[in-house]
């Protein structure tokens, strides 16, 4: 009888721990959808180093099932005789995806990144990519 109270004890205190875990952890389809995100920092692993390939300033926003990409540049505006009347900067998508988040791991595309929070920056990297979002 001892041992069917203890067991019940300790099983109603494992599962109250998993409870207590599963809201304590950290939200990330919330905080990526919150806001527009700015690609601060893009490296390729190539061999044993991670190589810096950003180029333009880099962007991407969450809706609910995908992520989108763009990216800044500058756009001349030219007149019907070929001067430019105008230089604006203006965001360009350059790709959108499908996601899926669980746990502290996103797979976007056929590509699986973890996530780790660095006091509002988050990074996305698994062997090959690394990402580092800020807020926009």
């Given at each position: 009888?001892?041992?069917?109270?203890?067991?019940?004890?300790?099983?109603?205190?494992?599962?109250?721990?998993?409870?207590t875990?599963?809201?304590?952890?950290?939200?990330?389809?919330?905080?990526?959808?919150?806001?527009?995100?700015?690609?601060?920092?893009?490296?390729?692993?190539?061999?044993?180093?991670?190589?810096?390939?950003?180029?333009?300033?880099?962007?991407?926003?969450?809706?609910?099932?995908?992520?989108?990409?763009?990216?800044?540049?500058?756009?001349?505006?030219?007149?019907?005789?070929?001067?430019?009347?105008?230089?604006?900067?203006?965001n360009?998508?350059?790709?959108?995806?499908?996601?899926?988040?669980?746990?502290?791991k996103?797979?976007?595309?056929?590509?699986?990144?973890?996530i780790?929070?660095?006091?509002?920056?988050?990074?996305?990297?698994?062997?090959?990519?690394?990402?580092?979002?800020?807020?926009?």
């Amino acid at each position: 009888m001892i041992i069917v109270a203890f067991f019940m004890l300790s099983s109603t205190a494992c599962s109250s721990d998993e409870e207590t875990e599963k809201s304590e952890a950290f939200d990330y389809e919330t905080t990526f959808l919150a806001h527009e995100w700015q690609i601060s920092a893009l490296y390729q692993r190539v061999g044993s180093i991670f190589i810096d390939v950003k180029e333009a300033p880099l962007f991407c926003s969450f809706t609910s099932d995908a992520i989108s990409f763009s990216e800044t540049t500058e756009v001349n505006h030219f007149d019907e005789g070929g001067k430019i009347t105008q230089t604006t900067t203006e965001n360009v998508a350059c790709g959108q995806y499908t996601y899926l988040i669980k746990e502290n791991k996103i797979q976007i595309d056929n590509q699986i990144f973890t996530i780790t929070d660095n006091n509002g920056t988050l990074v996305l990297q698994n062997e090959d990519w690394k990402l580092v979002l800020v807020e926009k």
